[in-house]
């Protein structure tokens, strides 16, 4: 998967983090939170290093990059990643009340649909 794809995935994934959820499901998030971290860290150090190496200014909270920078940026959100996200069978979700985004998200870490 594409960086930018986990980085949204665990994004998500914080955002149900304190919902109530059974069992499986809550340690489906948890497991995933914890396969992704590590890129989602090295995902930020490397948007600060690009940003400090380019000599830009953060702007509410985000870099505008241009020109050269974005080539470096885009490498670095478009980079793939070796994962094996932790699934769960779909029929885990169907009693939880989901958007159709959120079931779209979710559906990263569903078996079959």
């Known amino acids: ?3 930018i794809e986990l980085v ?3 994004q998500f994934l914080m955002s149900l983090s304190n919902r109530q959820f059974k069992g499986k499901l809550s ?3 948890y497991k ?3 396969k992704i971290e590590p890129i989602v860290t090295k995902y930020f150090k490397d948007v600060e290093a690009l940003a400090k190496a380019f000599d ?4 509410d909270g985000k870099f505008n990059f241009d020109g050269d920078a974005m080539s470096d ?3 670095i959100i478009n980079a793939e990643n070796e994962i094996e996200l ?3 069978d779909v029929s885990i979700i169907e009693d939880c009340e989901f ?3 959120e079931i779209g998200m979710l559906e990263l870490m569903t078996n079959n649909v």
Do not use: C, D, G, R
């Open 56 to 59: 830009i200014k953060e702007v």
């Open 27 to 29: 340690y489906a998030i």
């Open 1 to 3: 998967m594409k960086t």
């Open 86 to 88: 932790h699934k769960v």
């Open 73 to 75: 940026f885009e490498a």
């Open 99 to 101: 958007s159709v985004v």
């Open 32 to 34: 995933n939170l914890n």
């Open 8 to 10: 949204n995935f665990y």
